[in-house]
């Protein structure tokens, strides 16, 4: 991803290109806030942080029901309502106390389908100021395809959204959104079908087997995930395997495990699971509707894989306002970029380190080097946690870290390496279970990853020069360091310390190579 840029960087910048934070254009961006009015809740965000991959510096949820009812009445829910006029209120003055220059509100399915949705609109306009636009469904699929697309530049896919009264389908190719297709598939219209279960089913089946003819019989594409009923089974999904990282975010699924899911909600006592999973009450009663809707959909669309996206629509809202050229930056090296000018103690000293490990990873291929990198940029970030714990802080930053473009595995893996960086083990931690989403030459290169970062903290100040380099022999198994005459004081017996245990974590012979007298 990064690798669009990289050509045109200043040389001085090497491999990470110039960073983005600091330009007018992201500044500008600094602060946006965006208020989602939906059927099933109403919920305000406001973006701050790097340009690229901004942070939630603020997130807040009402759970309102606008929907619920509205296919027997034609009306918004006059409870919802209510809610829902004092969420947009508070949010409003929210926002003027973060000093948000503007929120955008954008109302989707329920608003849009309500014979009092424009009644609604304008007394949120006399109460509150805010300007609320309904938009259309192709429309709210192209704003949830875009979310997705902030945290994976260049997707290709299918893109689904469930909302409380809709469903929206948008194709991804070549990081564009190209066919849209909304429909009436939102776990609030399902609760008015007739003919129980059964009747339920066929209803369900035969609008996904329409979507999909009409979206040209698309089959084994990428499947993202979008909405809170999505989130909410892939929580349940995690629950019944066990699985020990509970971080929704690019959390894959097969269709098998679908189905498996599906049919656990089914003999399941939904209020116990609801309270052992912290899922709301409103959210929870949507998910056996829900379930029946993503099982259809992978049976008939039969994705390769299904990956949970917690970006959608707001985050498609901010992404419509970045420029082209942000836009195709990479999500994780843009934020690891940010972390590193805000916390660490030397900022700029990550793409030095990086020079400096890169000859250990050489058939390492750009997937796996903007992980390094990022681990790089991220090394000094949580120096002020106490030594003692600082291993773990490194850890839970990497894994549980609002980090888009991030696989699960690559989270365990970048975690590793910043543990390591801090201590020479990692038997005896509380995080092993998570060592699992990880091959066993994948933890041994996040050790070495590590330990070679480790080695690399000790050997530079902030001024010019390269006081040391490494050179590795794979074949023959021998790591050198050749040790410039600027790091003759520098490579004292610490660093010696820690160049063994690198040379210890390949299995190799070390050879110092230190500049004559």
């Not at 919802?80 to 220059?101: C, D, H, I, P, Y």
């Not at 929206?168 to 564009?176: R, V």
């Amino acid at each position: 991803m990064d690798g669009q840029t990289e050509g045109a960087a200043a040389p001085d910048w090497g491999p990470f290109g110039r960073p983005l934070f600091a330009d007018p254009e992201a500044q500008d961006l600094s602060r946006v806030g965006v208020v989602d009015v939906g059927s099933n809740s109403v919920r305000m965000v406001v973006f701050d942080g790097a340009a690229r991959s901004p942070a939630y510096f603020y997130n807040e949820k009402i759970m309102c029901a606008l929907g619920s009812g509205l296919s027997e009445t034609g009306r918004l829910n006059p409870e919802g309502r209510t809610r829902a006029k004092g969420a947009l209120a508070r949010f409003a003055k929210l926002g003027e106390g973060m000093n948000v220059s503007s929120l955008t509100v954008v109302a989707t399915a329920a608003v849009r389908e309500a014979e009092d949705g424009a009644d609604f609109c304008d007394e949120i306009e006399r109460k509150t100021g805010l300007t609320v636009h309904v938009i259309d469904g192709n429309e709210e699929a192209r704003l949830s395809a875009q979310g997705v697309l902030l945290g994976w530049p260049g997707s290709y896919g299918l893109v689904c959204d469930i909302g409380g009264s809709s469903m929206e389908l948008a194709d991804l190719a070549d990081g564009q959104v190209g066919r849209r297709l909304t429909s009436p598939l939102g776990p609030l219209k399902l609760k008015t079908v007739s003919g129980g279960k059964k009747g339920l089913k066929a209803h369900i089946k035969g609008i996904v087997s329409t979507l999909h003819a009409n979206m040209a019989e698309e089959t084994g594409m990428r499947l993202f995930l979008v909405g809170g009923s999505w989130r909410a089974i892939a929580r349940v999904d995690m629950e019944r395997r066990g699985y020990p990282l509970t971080v929704l975010h690019e959390y894959r699924m097969t269709t098998r495990q679908v189905a498996e899911t599906r049919e656990y909600i089914e003999t399941a006592d939904i209020e116990a699971l609801r309270g052992k999973l912290s899922i709301s009450a409103e959210r929870m009663s949507l998910v056996p509707l829900a379930v029946l809707v993503l099982d259809q959909v992978v049976k008939t669309f039969k994705p390769k894989d299904i990956t949970v996206s917690s970006y959608g629509i707001r985050e498609g809202m901010l992404y419509e306002q970045m420029p082209e050229a942000m836009r195709l930056r990479d999500p994780l090296i843009e934020a690891c970029r940010f972390a590193e000018n805000k916390d660490a103690r030397l900022p700029g000293f990550g793409a030095k380190l990086y020079d400096f490990v890169a000859p250990l990873f050489p058939r390492a291929d750009w997937q796996k080097k903007r992980i390094i990198r990022a681990a790089c940029l991220l090394h000094d970030v949580s120096w002020r946690a106490h030594p003692d714990y600082r291993p773990e802080v490194c850890f839970d930053n990497a894994t549980r870290a609002n980090l888009g473009g991030l696989k699960h595995w690559e989270r365990v893996y970048l975690g590793l390496a910043l543990l390591h960086r801090y201590t020479n083990k990692r038997e005896g931690s509380r995080y092993e279970p998570l060592f699992s989403l990880l091959e066993d030459r994948e933890l041994k290169e996040a050790e070495v990853l590590g330990k070679a970062m480790r080695l690399g903290a000790m050997l530079w100040l902030a001024g010019g020069g390269v006081p040391a380099a490494l050179t590795w022999r794979s074949q023959k198994k021998v790591l050198e360091i050749k040790v410039a005459p600027e790091g003759r004081q520098l490579f004292g017996e610490v660093a010696e310390k820690r160049f063994a245990a690198l040379v210890s974590s390949l299995g190799a012979e070390g050879k110092v190579i230190r500049p004559r007298d």
